[in-house]
């Protein structure tokens, strides 16, 4: 079992920035894609972008290429997600997850295994 926390949600103007952090419980975190995921009211559940498991590799969502930018650090079982220039569009829960098979995540949440309990993010004009 892995248990993912989220943190450094909050409210910012348009064109800040804001990094959200996930820590996860457990050994295992080293073995696991990573990845952020973000709902907002009325829209369903959308993959913001995801990091493979020593990470090398990351993948964004078309929307938030150049402005997000994901990263982990295995030694401390610990994700981030650095956001700037949000946009009022930005604004949802954001959740942290973890599982396998990440590039399927842009199309299915079947392969994620484990998620956080979300985090809101705000942005106003």
């Known amino acids: 079992q892995v248990r993912l926390v989220e943190s450094g949600g909050g409210s910012v103007r348009a064109g800040g920035s804001l990094s959200l952090s996930c820590v996860a419980s457990g050994r295992t975190f080293n073995t696991y894609d990573m990845g952020w995921f973000r709902q907002a009211p009325g829209e369903e559940r959308e993959l913001v972008g995801f990091?493979?498991?020593?990470?090398?590799?990351?993948d964004y969502v078309d929307s938030v290429k150049g402005r997000f930018t994901i990263s982990r650090v295995n030694a401390l079982n610990t994700l981030y997600l650095q956001m700037n220039s949000l946009k009022p569009e930005d604004t949802a829960v954001y959740y942290c997850?973890?599982?396998?098979?990440?590039?399927?995540?842009?199309?299915?949440?079947?392969?994620?295994?484990?998620w956080g309990q979300g985090t809101q993010v705000t942005v106003s004009l």
């Open positions: 997850a973890a599982g396998t098979y990440a590039r399927s995540w842009f199309s299915t949440t079947t392969m994620v295994h484990y």
């Open positions: 990091i493979n498991t020593n990470g090398d590799y990351t």
